[in-house]
């Protein structure tokens, strides 16, 4: 199983309150609505709803990845639908200090290594824009 992990992305919240957000999606919705038109560009193709969160992959298509493991307050896991292959996500916390916490999202693949090289970019990318995703969310 291959693994893209993420950029870290810091946040300026205490770890059991960025959990707390990542462990019910069903609260996104309303924040997503009330960004400012440029951030919600930066989530285009991204939508949440209640235990689901689905996104546009380039070249993929479109992922729904479901809550599928929850370890508080350091770790929730996304299991994919609809996928032809085994992929999940896992985003994990890890607290900096008392109002600061550490997100790393990470992907996991089953892809024979033999099409890692042409599909392992984008999935990078998508790694790095569900750490965006929280980012703009969290700011």
């Known amino acids: 199983m291959a693994t893209y992990t993420g950029k870290p992305v810091t946040l300026p919240r205490p770890i059991n309150q960025i959990y707390e957000k990542v462990a019910d999606l069903s609260q996104y919705r309303d924040l997503v609505e009330q960004l400012p ?34 370890t508080a307050p350091t770790h929730v896991g996304f299991a994919a639908e609809g996928c032809p292959v085994p992929l999940s996500l896992n985003i994990n916390l890890k607290e ?28 990078q990318e998508a790694a790095n824009k569900f750490g965006e995703v929280f980012t703009s969310l969290f700011k």
């Open 96 to 123: 900096e200090g008392p109002e600061s916490t550490v997100l790393t999202p990470a992907i996991k693949i089953e892809i024979p290594p033999m099409l890692r090289p042409f599909i392992g970019n984008k999935l």
């Open 37 to 70: 038109a440029e951030q919600r560009e930066q989530l285009n193709g991204v939508e949440f709803d209640g235990e689901t969160v689905r996104m546009d992959a380039p070249s993929i298509g479109q992922i729904v990845f479901r809550i599928s493991e929850r």
